[in-house]
Each structure stands twice: as C-alpha cells, then as structure tokens.
C-alpha cells in the first residue's frame, strides 16, 4: 500500500508498504483523509529517535474489519495513545501515561499516512451522523485543546492569556472562548493572529517585548508556542500564584532559571492528549470554527509537510 513513513533518519514515501493484517482486539481502518500535526514534523526533526515507520495520527477513516460489529462500514476518528492494560495507569484511568504504551506514527504503532492502518477497538470513536469528515479531522487537535478545561479551573472571571498563533493555539483559544473568560493570544504574525479576533484580544509579542508587561499579567498563561521560547514568556507573563499550562513539544531543550517559579509559586502544568467525545460533540453542535484544510496526495508529502496553509493533509480514499 501507499504511506508515508520515516526510517529512523528521513521521510519517505512508498508503494511497496505492506498492507496491515487484521487481528482481534483492532480494527482495520481504510484511511479516507489525515492531516499533518506539528508533532509530525518534530518525528521528522528527530523528536522520536527510536521510531520507524507509518508517521501520522490525525486522520478519519472507515472500519473494514473489527470485533466491535457495531463499527464495521462507519465513518471513525481514532486516539493514539495504546496502553499495556495491565499497569497502574492503565487500571486508574490514565492509558494515555502508560510507560508501555505505543503511540501511532510515534512509538511502536503504524501511523495513518497510509492506506490502511490498524487500532485497538477501544481507541475508536464513531463520527456522529452529519458530521463532514472535513471537519470530524479536527477531533484530535481539538481534543488535546479541551485537556485544558480537563485539568485546570478556569473561572471564567479570571483572565487567561494563550501563546502562539498556530493550529494548537487556533484551538485552545476556540476552546477557551467558550468559557467567557478574558481571553489575550499573543502570537508574532498579525496575518494568523487576525484569524483569533472571534476568539479574544490579540496582541503582537513583538510589543510585549519593547514594552515589558507591568499590569498587564495573566492569571492563567498557555504555552502553545511549539518552541522552547514559549514558557520563557509565560513566565514573565503570569501573575505571581498563576497558572502556566505546557502544550509545546519540541525536539529542544528549554533553558531558564526556574527559581521564579518558586519564588513566585506558579503552577506548572504539562498537558497533551486529551477526550475525544466532547470535541466531537462540538464540532457536530457547530460550536467551534475551523478552516479549511489544503489536502495533497501522500506522495506529494514534501508539499504538505511545509505548506503554509493554516492545516495540511493527506487525500488518500
Ligand atoms: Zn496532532
Ligand atoms: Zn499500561
């Protein structure tokens, strides 16, 4: 079959791939379409040393085969995240912090920039009924969004700043605005940052750096800046006893003096995946605005992985 993959040094694309064989407890899903995620590029950048093979993890697609009859001929979104099932995480709730587990396009698992690829039944979600797959691909990117909500309050009250203008941030800042809360996205691209008025205030970092913040700090600060630089800012950003919230993974290290962190008692908190039924739910209730991805054929992967689109993806079925 066609699919894209990374051989441990560099991407590639293939015909020759060998088609997944079906076996109980997963379903084989035919790929309709997939989109490119920053942590892609960071696999390609070497985010994920020991892995080889499919790349992706964003995708919809439709069940061929699985021991969940239900599933068979429906229209699915999949989580990435495969825990071991018997260890502590897995029997408290939290398979996505298995030590064990395999990750799709990442760790151990083929991805979805392929034809087919298979996942555990339990990680399937059907798409509900009119939901266009143009949109159901967006589950993922806006699940890993609503982990926020998921693990900090958020007093609509308080005022919240987000960091970045990317698709991570597009989405937090989407999610966020539907708290009501008082909402900044600093970004450096006035062109991506227009995109966020809907959302809340939008603010150029280049100002934030001629004019340091004095009053203007932030109860909670998301960093969602893909770089190392992000969670410096946010530092600086939030208010003393505030909340910085970690979305960025990157392949670099982050240099800074941690000491602020105590001396100003800030509540760090690293977030990733997150619950894919309530992103469904508002993507299928219309409650969430998402642009329109630029889709490429899988062996014109080179094109999609440096578009400057605001998302781009795989055609495939
Ligand atoms: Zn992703
Ligand atoms: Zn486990």
């Known amino acids: 079959m066609k699919a894209v993959i990374y051989n441990g040094k560099s991407v590639e694309y293939r015909e020759d791939f060998p088609k997944p064989e079906w076996r109980a407890g997963y379903s084989l899903i035919r790929i309709l379409r997939a989109a490119v995620c920053s942590t892609d590029k960071e696999v390609r950048k070497g985010y994920r040393p020991h892995f080889s093979g499919v790349m992706g993890h964003e995708f919809i697609g439709v069940v061929e085969q699985s021991c969940r009859k239900e599933l068979i001929g429906k229209t699915v979104v999949g989580e990435l995240n495969e825990g071991c099932g018997h260890c502590l995480y897995c029997k408290t709730g939290r398979e996505k912090h298995c030590p064990e587990r395999k990750v799709i396009g990442m760790e151990g698992r083929n991805g979805c920039f392929a034809e087919y690829m298979l996942l555990a039944d339990r990680l399937v979600h059907p798409v509900p009924d009119g939901l266009p797959i143009e949109t159901a691909i967006y589950t993922e990117p806006l699940a890993a969004a609503l982990e926020i909500p998921a693990q900090v309050h958020i007093n609509p009250e308080k005022n919240v700043a987000v960091i970045g203008d990317g698709r991570l941030a597009y989405m937090i800042a989407q999610v966020l605005s539907l708290n009501g809360c008082d909402l900044t996205i600093i970004g450096k691209h006035m062109e991506k940052l227009t995109q966020f008025q809907t959302c809340g205030k939008i603010q150029l970092l280049e100002s934030i750096q001629k004019y340091p913040p004095v009053d203007e700090t932030y109860e909670i600060v998301v960093d969602a800046t893909g770089s190392p630089e992000g969670i410096e800012l946010a530092n600086r950003l939030v208010r003393r006893r505030g909340t910085v919230v970690l979305k960025s993974t990157y392949a670099q290290k982050a ?56 998302k781009a993806g795989f055609r495939i079925s």
Request: hydrophobic fraction near 45%; include cysteine; aromatic fraction near 10%.
């Open 255 to 310: 240099a800074l003096d941690m000491s602020q962190f105590v001396v100003n008692e800030i509540t760090i908190v690293g977030s990733r995946c997150g619950p894919f039924e309530p992103a469904l739910n508002l993507l299928s209730r219309g409650l969430v605005k998402l642009p329109e991805i630029e889709w490429h054929s899988l062996d014109a992967y080179e094109q999609a992985f440096s578009s400057r689109a605001f």
